[in-house]
């Protein structure tokens, strides 16, 4: 299915984060030409009110060559029937599954991003390509370095931020590799891509809303301190494929939603910009 994931409502004005980017993640069945039609109508109120509108494809448990002429498809109807901001061509779940998948490599990295970039630049140029990791390994370690290289097509390099297992340390190792992974790029050459926390959540039934909140506070504060990280986008907004919503399975609004709704409120007062955030 095309997954649309949306955050709770609420009627109250200082619930709202009013926010500046919209991610939408779309598994294989949501790139026909008929999901994407009735999902452009969503759209279109968002895009009317200058929310960026930014799309990601998700690559799948066997992602399959990456210049498949179906996924060129595939990217060509997002951008046409969409007209993202930016395109995130291929996506994983935040937290990797431990079954065994077949991961993307570098090279097939280099080739999605050259055939990406030829759809783009023939059917909708003012589209930025990003990249997004969710593993932050050693293999992510070197798609970064690629995608951050002068002349590469990438405009945004996305992470997802969760805890590990044990908890919160794994949001700060998450950070700590991407502050390494910053300076390295940096200092071989000019970086060409800005970045973005793609995904900052917790793990609710593992570790109760108040962790929940505490990781997501960690992240925004960590990527406020940092120029080179332009947006955070907060998720996963409901228990729909996993356990690690905002809103419970049962409707539930978990602590982080209002709390952190105030806080963006208060940031825009204070810093005169809104904090960015939307669902998967």
Known sequence: HGILHSFPTRRSSDLTFAPDVVLFVLHEEGTRASALDSLARVIEPLRADSTVIAVALHHGRTPGPADDPARSAAIERVLTRLRPGVLFPAIDDPIPSVLPSNTPSLSWWRVLLRTT???????????????????????????????????????????????????????????????????????????????????????????????????????????????????????????????????????????????????AAAMREVRGQRVTSSPE
């Open 117 to 263: 970039r030829s759809v783009r630049d023939r059917v909708r140029p003012a589209t930025r390509i990003g990249v997004a990791l969710s593993r932050l390994d050693a293999r992510d370690s070197a798609i970064y370095a690629m995608a951050m290289a002068p002349g590469m097509p990438v405009a945004i390099v996305g992470a997802a931020i969760y805890p590990s297992y044990s908890g919160l340390p794994g949001v700060d190792a998450r950070l700590r590799t991407l502050d390494r992974w910053h300076a390295a790029a940096v200092d071989s050459a000019p970086a060409t891509a800005t970045q973005w926390l793609l995904n900052v959540g917790g793990l609710p039934h593992a570790h109760g809303d108040a962790s929940q909140l505490a990781a997501m506070r960690h992240a925004l504060s960590w990527g406020s301190r940092r120029p080179w990280v332009t947006a955070v986008i907060l998720g996963e907004p409901a228990d729909y494929t996993g356990w690690l919503g905002i809103r419970a399975a049962n409707g539930r609004v978990r602590m982080a939603w209002p709390i952190l709704s105030a806080s």
